[in-house]
């Protein structure tokens, strides 16, 4: 298994604070686009529902009616012309409209009537007490259990009043709420129309069916042509239609797709910024990364991850709360709605884990296993040819190396010393393909370095070189043996072989014992060490150390030059070791001065100056 998802989690629980903040951001804005999606769908679905229960195969409304409760109203003689188009078997008028109910209390609140014939026309369903014959009693209404308290009533039986007129329940149903909150109220086709104060010579809609066997675009042409001023819609028709203008048309859908759009931008903004913020606070930790070799694609990963983890969190929390609301909103006037597909939706991500599968699948025989493993080379491991470095710009430039030759072979521990400012750590960079040379050529076991770019450059530190870092580098939120285990990673070795690996460097810098140790936990020299095993770990062909005693005690620094010393000598790779302390000079067999950015020739003399004045 990959280190990318043990690093990117431990990043992430390191802050805590940072994290507690972000969940809650993220479960903020996850819930509020689950329950503004939510809303909408059940705003959806209220839309159509007396549409979804009709018992027809078309509708017949007024010209230009936009939705099931358009008041527009049609002459009812026109039932007849309807029934006699060849094809027909029935013509069901529904009447429907706003009254206002009269509570015991003597208050008024709006209702939305609906009446049809009671045995094939559109008439309540979810019953959980009486029926729908019921209705055929003058004076009965069926209501819905959720608005029981806005009505003032209580159940079968209790009473108000509409238009003046008596409206006693004589049915109960469960869930038929209309996306207004205006209560339904069933009712019989004529109790509706003196409800209403319509004559019977008024209709709002007709439900038609048809027999059998009917080609039902020849029949809707005949019903058009039949009756004028009439639009004769399929059941999906009348739903699009009624959809497109509660939703659309009258904004309501709009405000809550934006609400939703902003709980999303919410989320991503908490996200980016929380993104952005661990990744500066890792900053050194990636650069690290880098140096020995990562691919673009391996940060990428981690921070990637690290952005997954957050919002998995983030969405089991808020699908938890978002399915809470669901169940409390059930039975109220405006239920949300919270369908699997749409609790998925604002949380799609394409894990980088494909992106690293593509990438193995791409390379030549998987894990880049070059190094020592190679054989022991027979020219020189590094070339560099009249290498040049100018930093800065305008009067800030400065020429930090100028125009250097080195060498460095199999099996030798080379000293480079000079004082601080001389230009040692960037000719060490540039040698390490970590800085490119404004002049001259660098070659790294025989390939040519110059034009290469950033990620050749650090397959070839992945392959061939190992860094040994002043500061260490190492990652605060991994064990010893994930530090050296982090090298092998980023070259596709993993598992028990990288861990078999990872411990036999740590034993061979002698603290194998403390492999499950943090970096908080160790001392400055067994940091070090642990900094030398991830350097070495992967075989590397050449080893470079920038000031490895620096922070170093005498008897520390001494142990570990001993030990790179024994790997130069064990591994037959070239080691060259950036100092200033002069008492180190033992354990070279060549030792260069450089002094202003150059080798000096008179290097000798310049070095026993230095080594007196160490010794001072």
Not at 131 to 153: E, H, I, M, N, W
Not at 496 to 517: C, E
Request: net charge positive; hydrophobic share 45%.
């Amino acid at each position: 298994m990959s280190l990318v998802l043990t690093l990117a989690s431990r990043n992430l629980f390191q802050d805590r604070v940072r994290f507690i903040a972000t969940l809650i951001g993220i479960v903020f804005s996850i819930v509020l686009v689950m329950v503004q999606i939510g809303l909408f769908l059940g705003f959806d679905r209220m839309v159509t529902t007396m549409i979804n229960h009709a018992p027809a195969d078309f509708w017949v409304v007024a010209k230009g009616a936009k939705s099931f409760e358009d008041a527009s109203l049609l002459d009812s003689r026109i039932r007849n012309r309807i029934l006699a188009v060849n094809g027909v078997a029935a013509v069901v008028p529904v009447v429907i409209g706003f009254a206002d109910w009269q509570l015991p209390s003597g208050e008024a609140t709006p209702v939305f009537v609906v009446g049809s014939d009671l045995h094939d026309g559109l008439t309540p369903w979810n019953l959980v007490a009486g029926t729908a014959q019921d209705l055929s009693a003058p004076g009965t209404v069926a209501v819905d259990k959720s608005y029981f308290s806005r009505l003032g009533v209580t159940g079968i039986g209790s009473t108000g009043k509409i238009r003046g007129e008596t409206a006693r329940v004589a049915a109960v149903t469960s869930g038929i709420r209309s996306f207004t909150t205006t209560p339904y109220v069933f009712t019989s086709l004529d109790q509706a129309r003196g409800y209403m104060g319509l004559p019977e010579s008024k209709t709002s809609h007709f439900l038609v069916r048809l027999k059998p066997g009917t080609d039902k675009d020849r029949v809707r042409q005949d019903i058009d042509g039949a009756v004028g001023g009439i639009e004769t819609l399929t059941p999906q028709q009348f739903r699009q239609r009624s959809r497109r203008f509660w939703l659309f048309g009258t904004g309501a859908g709009a405000a809550l797709l934006g609400g939703a759009a902003l709980g999303l931008i919410v989320g991503t903004v908490i996200v980016a910024q929380t993104i952005y913020s661990s990744t500066k606070d890792h900053l050194y930790e990636f650069a690290t990364l880098r140096a020995i070799g990562s691919p673009n694609g391996y940060t990428y990963r981690v921070i990637m991850s690290q952005a997954l983890l957050n919002a998995v969190i983030g969405f089991a929390a808020a699908a938890a709360i978002g399915f809470a609301v669901v169940v409390l909103t059930a039975s109220s006037a405006l239920p949300v709605v919270i369908t699997a597909r749409a609790a998925g939706r604002p949380f799609c991500f394409d894990h980088g884990d494909v992106h690293e599968r593509r990438h193995r699948r791409s390379r030549a025989g998987g894990a880049d296993r070059s190094g020592y493993g190679d054989g022991a080379m027979t020219g020189p491991i590094i070339e560099a040819n009249g290498v040049r470095k100018i930093l800065g710009g305008g009067l800030a430039q400065v020429e930090a190396v100028k125009g250097v030759d080195l060498t460095l072979q199999s099996g030798k521990l080379t000293m480079l010393m000079g004082p601080s400012g001389s230009g040692k750590t960037t000719l060490l960079s540039m040698i390490g393909c970590l800085l490119t040379p404004t002049a001259g050529s660098v070659r790294v076991c025989g390939q040519e370095t110059t034009g290469l770019g950033a990620e050749a450059l650090a397959q070839l530190r992945r392959r061939y070189i190992g860094f040994v870092f002043q500061s260490y580098h190492l990652f605060p939120t991994l064990t010893a043996a994930e530090n050296v285990q982090l090298a092998l990673d980023v070259r596709g070795e993993r598992g028990a072989a990288a861990q078999t690996k990872s411990l036999a460097a740590l034993q061979r810098v002698g603290i194998g014992p403390k492999h499950r140790s943090f970096p908080r936990e160790l001392s400055n020299g067994e940091q070090q060490r642990v900094a030398i095993a991830r350097a070495v770990v992967a075989a590397p062909a050449v080893l470079l150390a920038d000031e490895p005693t620096a922070a170093l005690d005498t008897v520390n620094g001494q142990a570990i030059m001993t030990i790179l010393s024994a790997i130069a000598k064990e591994e037959s790779g070239a080691l060259l070791v950036v100092t200033h302390d002069a008492r180190l000079t033992r354990f070279a067999d060549e030792t260069l001065y450089l002094k202003d950015g150059e080798l000096t020739a008179g290097g000798e003399a310049d070095l026993k100056l230095h080594q007196m004045r160490d010794l001072a």
